[in-house]
């Protein structure tokens, strides 16, 4: 069964940065594009980011274009989710998650928490 | 902001029908992108429950059916149990944006 495996979260002040991986196992990873999901406490869930199985394709949402960066190594079966300039908004829960554009998105990691606080 | 419009709520008792709607617009459902649907139990990461507006992943009850037509998508729930109070969004992609996937904005089913 695939996995997807999230770490880096954290609390994190603002202003401050912090890095997401997702480990991902049993799939050819670089066969498949990935996205960030993410959800605050209570809501519902926002598409943040997206990038192509080569890496050589990515979209941002509007809140976050600018401030986060997505990438892969494709020779480590690891998405990153480089995050800057982080603010209160940005606290949610984030998930890695298998699929893109309009494709389903089939596999889901089981989250970090980042907490944007002072 | 979610670009599909799903009702906050909706409830039933064991053994009945609900349905959930999803409207979206021309620049997403209406220009025949697909629906997904995800359920999420609470505490839990979402999981995918119907594909490609009508296709339900291996292991996902037959109470379980999609929808599509025009602007809109539908999932209904026949037979209710109560594990299926959970939250359900649906999911699309949207060609106005930049190049994004959308979500509804979530229903929370309660089974009375």
């Known amino acids: 069964e695939v996995q997807l495996l999230e770490s880096g979260g954290g609390l994190v002040q603002p202003g401050g940065s912090l890095r997401l991986s997702c480990a991902a196992s049993?799939?050819?990873?670089?066969?498949?594009?990935m996205t960030w999901v993410r959800q605050a406490p209570g809501k519902g869930l926002e598409w943040v980011s997206d990038i192509s199985g080569s890496g050589g394709s990515t979209n941002y949402a509007d809140s976050v274009k600018g401030r986060f960066t997505i990438s892969r190594d494709n020779s480590r079966n690891t998405l990153y989710l480089q995050m800057n300039s982080l603010r209160a908004e940005d606290t949610a829960v984030y998930y890695c998650?298998?699929?893109?554009?309009?494709?389903?998105?089939?596999?889901w990691g089981q989250g970090t928490l980042v907490t944007v606080s002072s | 902001q979610s670009v599909l419009t799903q009702p906050p709520s909706v409830s039933g008792a064991p053994g009945q029908r609900v349905t959930i709607s999803c409207t979206g617009s021309?620049?997403?459902?209406?220009?025949?992108?697909?629906v997904h649907w995800y359920q999420q139990l609470p505490g839990t990461a979402p999981k995918l429950l119907i594909y490609g507006n009508t296709n339900r992943p291996s292991g996902v009850p037959d109470r379980f059916s999609g929808s599509k037509s025009g602007t809109s998508a539908s999932l209904a729930i026949t037979g209710l149990q109560a594990e299926d109070e959970a939250d359900y969004y649906c999911?699309?992609?949207?060609?106005?944006?930049?190049?994004?996937?959308?979500f509804g904005t979530g229903t929370k089913v309660t089974v009375l």
């Open positions: 999911q699309s992609y949207d060609n106005s944006l930049s190049g994004s996937g959308v």
């Open positions: 049993r799939f050819t990873f670089s066969d498949y594009a």
């Open positions: 998650v298998r699929g893109w554009r309009s494709y389903p998105f089939d596999y």
């Open positions: 021309r620049s997403n459902i209406g220009a025949n992108y697909d």
